[in-house]
């Protein structure tokens, strides 16, 4: 199975940008997807593919890959970007899951 | 409106059973890719199993031989029937609809989740 590596907590400015890395081999083959959780809620999907956002998702979010790291850019954060913020991807068997560590957003 | 109710956690004995159930609205189970994803109280999310469209069924390394993810096109409801649970498995069990492509996946809807304790 594959694993995929966030760092742990990041923090930005309000109305700044912040960048989220995840990091895996999977991600040589797959594309990841960005999940946001808040505290007692269920994760919303906030980027697919190469860099898509579902139909409700500010487009200060946005999706990128290289090689083995795909990143989560929030361009002009906002304080209700504040959350748990998890990578997710395909496994080298292309028939499991796997999820991102994890990264705590906090916006000062 | 896509909606997806999962039930069936609780409070279970260490080597006990339990059943979860998805009842989702707003499109067809069977139609779709179906998954469990778990999170234990403060830690990150775990993907626990999925069934395709066809019929085929993957689970987590942690989980094989004990789980068994199932669906009934009838009650288009998604299940997840968990043996021999041990500590381990106390978790918020989410169900979640996945999109599968040859370059990825993701999951556009999820359920509000069930609790899973287990202790004794």
């Known amino acids: 199975s594959s694993e995929l590596t966030q760092d742990p907590a990041v923090s930005v400015a309000l109305g700044q940008t912040v960048r989220i890395t995840c990091q895996g081999d999977?991600?040589?083959?797959?594309?990841a997807s960005w999940y946001q959780q808040k505290p007692g809620q269920a994760p919303v999907l906030v980027i697919y593919?190469?860099?898509n956002r579902p139909s409700g998702i500010p487009d200060r979010f946005s999706g990128s890959s290289s090689g083995n790291t795909a990143s989560l850019t929030i361009t002009g954060a906002q304080a209700e970007d504040e959350a748990d913020y998890y990578c997710?991807?395909?496994?080298?068997?292309?028939?499991?899951?796997?999820f991102g560590t994890g990264t705590k957003v906090t916006v000062l | 409106e896509v909606q997806l109710v999962e039930s069936g956690g609780g409070l279970v004995q260490p080597g006990g059973s339990l059943r979860l159930s998805c009842a989702a609205s707003?499109?067809?189970?069977?139609?779709?890719?179906m998954s469990w994803v778990r999170q234990a109280p403060g830690k990150g999310l775990e993907w626990v199993s999925v069934?395709?469209?066809?019929?085929?069924?993957y689970y987590a390394d942690s989980v094989k031989g004990r789980f068994t993810i199932s669906r009934d096109n009838s009650k288009n409801t998604l299940y997840l029937q968990m043996n021999s649970l041990r500590a381990e498995d106390t978790a918020v069990y989410y169900c979640?609809?996945?999109?599968?492509?040859?370059?990825?996946?993701?999951?556009?809807?999820w359920g509000q989740g069930t609790l899973v304790t287990v202790s004794s």
């Open positions: 707003g499109f067809t189970v069977s139609s779709n890719y």
């Open positions: 997710n991807s395909r496994d080298s068997s292309g028939n499991h899951g796997v």
């Open positions: 069934i395709y469209s066809g019929g085929s069924t």
């Open positions: 979640a609809r996945e999109w599968g492509y040859s370059y990825g996946s993701h999951f556009d809807y």
């Open positions: 999977s991600l040589r083959s797959y594309y």
């Open positions: 593919g190469k860099n």
